[in-house]
């Protein structure tokens, strides 16, 4: 894996950073809303929250208006804004639990038990794309290509299991293809200390990441391949067709449902654990875009009811003509964050 988000060389405009040192808010504001996305980009890799990171994204932007004086042009503004972003969140992730996916926490489940309650775990969400695309005039070109191989679940979710500041040293050499001495700036330790902690976090990580995962294509986009398979994927659900289920499904498929603490290992543990579960209804899917993953979202129609109704939504990994990782989140919060209509 090697860094994609370049840019920290970017000129810095003189006059706006002067103006901004002066007290000049709309000036702040211009420059600033440059750096939103990539800096909410960063914020939830750190954190694994898209709600958490808009929030930190505002959190840096009142952090730097009330620190505009101390920014005194030895790094990029972008960089400044860096700092103040990556400290944040560690100083948020200090005070709160990592966010994982099911299967870090509990043991595969029996397809033939009860469905469990609601844990208290802080779950890895989903990152709608149209926040990951160009949004504004104020876009670098230098910084819109986010790779697959550092927005995927899969990725978030084994870089979650680094110690936070391992996970900002990995995220600003690996991703952001910062220098260590420019990491160092931003954590403020030495270079050696960068080195030493990118090292633990490039073993962890590899020890985390399942093992056809650990050299990803670094595409930005879902292939016409995957897109095919995804088609089948929804056919088979919409036509309630197991046989079509089975086929699109890797035999070691992995598939988790968060907020439950809950997950099937394996094609037929899954496909028995939906046929005793799944709500009766209709179902209607249709492809959306998340964390640069093949997604849909699944919406039922209840007998009686005349409505198809938003019920969860889905990431899901394919390689070759299989499905092998299927994330589905019911969170009503997450579907309304992704823009998802209530009804059909």
């Given amino acids: 894996m090697s860094g994609r988000d370049t840019g920290t060389n970017r000129a810095d405009d003189g006059g706006l950073v002067a103006a901004i040192r002066a007290g000049d808010e709309s000036a702040f504001a211009d420059l600033v809303e440059r750096s939103r996305r990539e800096l909410r980009v960063h914020c939830y890799r750190m954190l694994g929250s898209s709600q958490d990171a808009e929030d930190m994204v505002q959190e840096t932007f009142l952090r730097a208006w009330r ?53 208290g775990h802080a779950w890895l969400e ?5 926040l990951l695309d160009a949004d504004g005039d104020h876009e670098d070109p230098a910084v819109l290509v986010v790779a697959r191989e550092t927005i995927e679940l899969a990725f978030l979710a084994a870089i979650h299991h680094l110690p936070p500041k391992q996970r900002a040293v990995l995220i600003l050499r690996d991703v952001l293809g910062w220098s260590a001495n420019e990491t160092g700036a931003v954590l403020e330790i030495s270079v050696p200390a960068v080195k030493s902690a990118l090292q633990r976090a490039r073993a962890t990580l590899k020890a985390h990441l399942p093992a056809r995962r650990i050299e990803w294509d670094a595409t930005t986009e879902v292939s016409e391949r995957e897109h095919a398979v995804l088609r089948r994927y929804m ?3 919409e036509h309630a067709d197991v046989n079509a289920l089975a086929s699109v499904l890797a035999a070691d498929v992995r598939v988790s449902f968060p907020p439950l603490p809950l997950w099937a290992d394996g094609r037929e543990a899954f496909i028995a654990g939906s046929l005793k ?46 499905i092998t990782e299927i994330v589905d989140y019911s969170d009503p919060v997450l579907l309304a964050a992704f823009g998802l209509a209530p009804t059909l």
């Fill in 67 to 119: 620190r505009r004086e101390s920014f005194e042009g030895r790094s990029t503004f972008r960089a400044w804004l860096y700092r103040i972003a990556t400290n944040a969140c560690l100083d948020a992730l200090a005070a709160s639990p990592r966010r994982v996916l099911p299967y870090d926490v509990v043991a595969a489940a029996d397809p033939d038990g009860d469905l469990p309650s609601a844990s």
């Fill in 126 to 130: 989903p990152y709608p794309d149209r």
């Fill in 235 to 237: 056919a088979a659900h």
């Fill in 277 to 322: 579960h799944a709500l009766a209804g209709q179902y209607r899917l249709i492809p959306i875009r998340a964390n640069r993953q093949p997604a849909t979202a699944i919406y039922l129609r209840r007998p009686g009811d005349s409505e198809f109704r938003a019920l969860t939504l889905e990431l899901l990994h394919i390689e070759g003509d299989s």
